[in-house]
């Protein structure tokens, strides 16, 4: 298995609250995404990142922005959540950008 | 916008049964890969189908990719219940998945 951890695994907190959800990989791959799963709504891509402090915009990146200053780190970070931003967050990572990705566990983000 | 269609959306059966679930495109893709989402975990990588027409058996799993590139199915012989996942589509070159397929195998 890839060595991807997501933390923390859940989470609640309430609207207006800031929210940083961490992705740490051991595989040294360059490219790492940050999705978000609901249902009826499949998988959405929210922010990638293809190096160290390069990132870029995904279909759903409104209320979200990312950071990333190591290879292994990228964090996913919610400036004020809203109870629309409740969801499961799924880090991803892949060696080329149309490569095949590998997920970590997801984090279950519950905003009251 | 999410060009790929899964159909059936849901898909309820016996065990040993045999189904074939589908992801389909107006689009050409270079290449298209097959994830298997198991309840409460991420997605995992099933296989990468890159030639038109192409057919790749994995187990009791068999992908085919279209002649044309734009659509791709999955067939699974005698289901079993460690089939049961969310089974989801991603053309190799975008960001997007298709919607995805619930299967659940009955014992």
Known sequence: DAGITQSPRHKVTETGTPVTLRCHQTENHRYMYWYRQDPGHGLRLIHYSYGVKDTDKGEVSDGYSVSRSKTEDFLLTLESATSSQTSVYFCAISVEREGEQYFGPGTRLTVT | ???????????SIQEGENLTVYCNSSSVFSSLQWYRQEPGEGPVLLVTVVTGGEVKKLKR????????????????????????????????????????TSLTVIP
């Open chain 2, 1 to 11: 916008t999410q060009l790929l269609e899964q159909s059936p959306q849901f898909l």
């Open chain 2, 61 to 100: 799993l068999t992908f085919q990719f279209g002649d044309a590139r734009k659509d791709s199915s999955l067939h699974i012989t005698a289901a079993q219940p460690g089939d049961t996942g969310l089974y989801l589509c991603r053309p190799g070159n975008q960001f997007y998945f298709g919607t995805g």
